[in-house]
């Protein structure tokens, strides 16, 4: 097991960097972190029956790019929108 300082972000510029980090494929404990959060989300979705399964699907979207394409869109259409920003 990582120690707890291995997965602790930091402000919100720090946090979104190691998030760009994870997206981009950079492996560790941070990475752990996110697949087991994003399987988590899966399974409460009802789009996956185990955690294993969406451990297996969130790693396939950050590993094709898809996870960081979509946050990408997400950022573009939020700077878009400035009545989200207010």
Do not use: H, T, W, Y
Request: glycine share 10%.
């Amino acid at each position: 097991p990582a120690p707890l300082s291995a997965i602790m972000g930091g402000d919100a510029a720090r946090n979104a960097e190691l998030l760009k980090r994870v997206l981009k494929g950079k492996g560790g404990p941070r990475r752990d972190i996110v697949l087991l959060n994003a399987s988590f989300a899966l399974l409460a979705a009802g789009e996956v029956d185990r955690l294993e399964d969406g451990i297996q699907r969130a790693a396939e979207a950050i590993d094709s790019g898809n996870a960081r394409l979509s946050l990408e869109r997400l950022v573009d259409v939020s700077q878009q929108a400035p009545e989200l920003n207010a």
